[in-house]
C-alpha cells in the first residue's frame, strides 16, 4: 500500500498544509483483526492507526519513509485492548510504535525499529478525561539510530491518568539517542501557554526494564524525568548493559523516581 506521501510532506514543511493528511491503513471499531505480511510505504500521516478495537494481530508487516518524513508514525494504537504487534519491521520519521490513552493488554515482540522516535507511550495527559495505559509487553526488539528507545511521555498538564504494568526486556539499542526515557514535562513550543511550570498529573507506575543493552548516542543514556506532584513509582531495572558510542560510560538521571536495580545495571542506577 503505497501512501505517495512525498508531495503532502513538502506542502506541510513549507507551511502550506496545516492539517494532518490521511492514514494509510485505519482499523477502528473493529474485533478479531489479522494483518499479514502487508507492506506500506511513504504515508501522508500515521501508516496504521488502531482505534477502539479488540483483539487485532499484526504480523511480518513492513513499513517504509524516509527518516526526515513528518508525522509519518509506524503503528499507532489508542482505546484498543488486546493488540499484538509481531516480527514487523517499521523504518518511519516518527514513532515506530506509539501507544495513546486507553490502550491495554498490548504484545510487542520481534520488532525492528529505526530509522525514527522509538517505541513510546504517550503522549499522555494532553486531556482531561483519559483512560491510562496498562499491562504492555515489549520483547524482544533492536532499535536502529532512533532519537528515543523506550519512552514513556506525558504532558507537563494536571490532568490525571496512569501508565502501569509496563515491561520492556530482551531489547538491543544501536546508536540510539534515548535509550531509556520518561519525559513528564512534554510541552511542544506551540503550546507552552497552556503548560507553563504545570506539572504532569499522569501517574507512572509498575515499569520494569530487563536485559536492555547496546549504545547510545548521548551522554545520558538512562532518563526519568517525572512529576513533581505524581513522581514515578515502582521502576525496576535488571541487567541494564548500555554505553556512550564507542564504550564509554553512560550516566542515568533521576528526578521524582523511585524504584531499585539488580544484576549489572550500566550506568549505575540513579535511584
Not at 548493559?241 to 550516566?251: I, S
Amino acid at each position: 500500500m503505497d501512501g505517495q506521501g512525498q508531495e503532502y510532506w513538502a506542502c506541510k514543511k513549507s507551511g502550506r498544509c496545516t492539517g494532518q493528511g490521511p492514514t494509510t491503513l485505519d482499523i477502528s471499531q473493529s474485533k478479531g483483526v489479522s494483518v499479514k505480511q502487508l507492506t506500506l510505504l511513504d504515508s501522508k500521516n500515521v501508516h496504521m492507526a488502531i482505534f477502539d478495537s479488540t483483539g487485532v494481530t499484526v504480523q511480518g508487516v513492513r513499513m517504509v519513509a524516509p527518516a526526515n518524513s513528518p508525522n509519518t508514525d509506524g503503528i499507532h494504537a489508542q482505546l484498543s485492548r488486546h493488540v499484538s504487534i509481531l516480527n514487523t519491521t517499521i523504518s518511519t520519521g516518527d514513532d515506530c510504535v506509539s501507544l495513546g490513552p486507553g490502550s491495554s493488554d498490548v504484545l510487542i515482540r520481534d520488532i525492528k525499529c529505526g530509522p525514527g522516535h522509538g517505541i513510546s507511550i504517550g503522549s499522555m495527559g494532553g486531556q482531561a478525561g483519559e483512560q491510562g495505559v496498562r499491562n504492555v509487553t515489549v520483547e524482544r526488539a533492536v532499535l536502529t539510530g532512533t532519537t528515543n528507545g523506550l519512552r514513556i511521555k506525558t504532558w507537563g498538564m494536571p490532568n490525571p491518568g496512569s501508565v502501569t504494568g509496563v515491561s520492556f526486556s530482551q531489547v538491543t539499542m544501536q546508536r540510539v539517542a534515548n535509550p531509556i526515557l520518561v519525559d513528564q514535562n512534554y510541552c511542544p513550543r506551540s503550546r507552552k501557554v497552556e503548560c507553563p511550570g504545570k506539572s504532569s498529573g499522569v501517574q507512572i507506575s509498575d515499569v520494569s526494564y530487563e536485559d536492555i543493552e547496546g549504545t547510545s548516542k548521548t551522554p545520558v543514556a538512562v532518563k526519568f524525568d517525572c512529576s513533581d506532584t505524581n513522581p514515578c513509582s515502582g521502576i525496576r531495572l535488571k541487567n541494564i548493559r548500555l554505553t556512550y558510542r564507542h564504550r564509554r560510560p553512560a550516566q542515568a538521571k533521576c528526578r521524582n523516581a523511585a524504584g531499585s536495580a539488580s544484576g549489572e545495571v550500566t550506568p549505575p542506577s540513579c535511584f
